[in-house]
């Protein structure tokens, strides 16, 4: 037997790749496409959710306003979100919605109870039927007071 072939009689360098090679690169790969199947539903419709009427449109009932009530500007939006994918995601079934007030520019926190109508940090003691009207009871409250700016959470 010489040096330029191995037991099995092949040249030297003519063997194929290595074990260790082959696991590595089939390994990488499977990594690879998992991660690409996991990522590509995020890609179109962002972080876990996506809009009910495809791209850009809020779901159908959303509330939005803007208006001056009382010398004060008020806005407010209820967007319904449906989770991506998820069972019922068709039928808006899994809808979550998500609710905003602003008054003068500053952000209300505002909940929505289990029988439908809304409450405030500023009237949190009586519930309203629409955001409008939680709204307008915040600045009946607030009188010439303004919102105080959510506090940061920086240490």
Not at 40 to 50: I, N, Q, V
Not at 119 to 139: I, K, N
Request: glycine share 14%; aromatic share 4%; net charge positive.
């Amino acid at each position: 037997m010489s040096r330029t072939t191995d037991p099995g009689g092949a040249p030297r360098g003519a063997r194929g790749p290595s074990r260790r090679i082959v696991l590595r690169t089939a390994f990488t790969a499977a990594v690879a496409g998992g991660t690409a199947v996991i990522l590509l539903p995020l890609r179109d419709h962002g972080p876990g959710t996506a809009p009910a009427k495809g791209p850009g449109h809020p779901a159908a009932g959303a509330e939005e306003f803007a208006e001056m009530y009382r010398g004060r500007e008020i806005r407010g939006s209820v967007t319904v979100l449906v989770p991506a994918g998820g069972p019922g995601a068709a039928e808006g079934g899994a809808a979550e919605p998500v609710t905003e007030i602003r008054i003068d520019g500053r952000p209300l926190h505002v909940m929505r109870r289990a029988d439908g109508t809304y409450l405030s940090d500023v009237t949190h003691y009586e519930s309203f039927p629409t955001l409008r009207e939680t709204a307008r009871a915040a600045v009946d409250e607030l009188g010439t007071a303004r919102l105080a700016l959510p506090a940061s959470h920086h240490r």
